[in-house]
């Protein structure tokens, strides 16, 4: 599986962004999804995930109520809503893919490249 993520930028503190993961290959639907975040100088760290059949969602709690996981599985396209963005949501977000994946990084098989989030004060 093949991930490329897009749909980053730059936003002012309380604006929105969506972000969207294409993934390749016919094998979509059988995996797990996640976001995870990358700030400068931390670690990567767990943000959403969904379920292959999109009826299971498990968010970090810095993000729950802001933010929110989905897919279309017919697009092999997961997404994720980011609503009341704070500064400290600035980050490089990598999609990945995983079977029988949860919130660790070591459940993920295939990560995508990342796309830069930026929220201004």
């Known amino acids: 599986v093949q991930l490329q993520a897009s749909g980053g930028g730059l936003v002012q503190a309380g604006g929105s962004l969506r972000l969207s993961c294409a993934a390749s290959?016919?094998?979509?639907?059988?995996?797990?999804m996640g976001w995870f975040r990358q700030a400068p100088g931390k670690e990567r760290e767990f943000v959403a995930t969904?379920?292959?059949?999109?009826?299971?969602?498990y968010y970090a709690d810095s993000v729950k109520g802001r933010f929110t996981i989905s897919r279309d599985n017919a697009k092999n396209t997961v997404y994720l809503q980011m609503d009341s963005l704070k500064p400290e949501d600035t980050a490089v977000y990598f999609c990945?893919?995983?079977?029988?994946?949860?919130?660790?990084?070591?459940?993920?098989?295939?990560w995508g490249q990342g796309t830069q989030v930026t929220v201004s004060s």
């Open positions: 990945a893919a995983g079977t029988s994946a949860y919130t660790r990084k070591a459940d993920y098989d295939y």
């Open positions: 290959g016919r094998t979509f639907s059988t995996y797990d």
């Open positions: 969904i379920n292959w059949s999109g009826g299971s969602t």
